[in-house]
């Protein structure tokens, strides 16, 4: 996400500990966050505690991010992973239990079966594989992006795409060969 130069002010402010335009600065990330923490965590309240916490350890960490705003959005949505991460590790999501996905009854209107088989064969995939596939096709983060917020190179990142999605690929072709 590039930024103008009011964009370069507000980080500047946010680097002096300016508050406001910390918030400024990353709203328009909560939306894209949020998504990631749902397809992650398959729990909406789950999400907002999710994105709300990695918010606040942004701000706490806000003088670790370069001054490049480019950077910005692949080291919030880190940030957000690594929460998700942290929330699905911690005693009372096990308690939980919940699922990768919500859970959906009834509505069968047209697509929702294959919505459903897709779910399904996601709730199959590692964190990683489905991480590195809600990145790039879900938030529609282009691959260096992907790369950025995982830390890796582009190539490596590439590669997480196509595993996760050939990994994927078995359960989808099952589900078509039913019907």
């Known amino acids: 996400m590039n930024y103008s130069l009011a964009g370069h002010d507000l980080l500047a402010s946010a680097l002096e500990g300016d508050v406001t335009a910390f918030a400024q600065m990353i709203e328009p990330l ?50 957000v992973a690594n929460q998700c991460r942290s929330m699905r590790r911690a005693p009372w999501w096990q308690v939980l239990r919940l699922p990768n996905f ?3 009854t009834g509505g069968s209107g047209p697509g929702n079966d294959e919505r459903l088989d897709l779910e399904n064969a996601l709730r199959g995939l590692t964190y990683q594989q489905r991480l590195v596939l809600v990145l790039h096709y879900y938030l529609d983060l282009p691959m260096e992006e992907v790369a950025a917020t995982l830390g890796i190179s582009k190539g490596a990142a590439k590669s997480r795409v196509h595993r996760a999605v050939r990994a994927l690929r078995p359960a989808i072709e099952t589900t078509e060969v039913k019907k």
């Open 30 to 79: 909560w939306d894209p966050a949020y998504r990631l923490a749902c397809s992650m965590l398959g729990d909406r309240e789950a999400a907002e505690d999710a994105v709300q916490e990695a918010s606040l350890n942004a701000w706490r960490n806000v003088r670790r991010l370069r001054r490049d705003t480019s950077s910005l959005r692949p080291w919030f949505l880190t940030i």
């Open 102 to 104: 919500p859970e959906r």
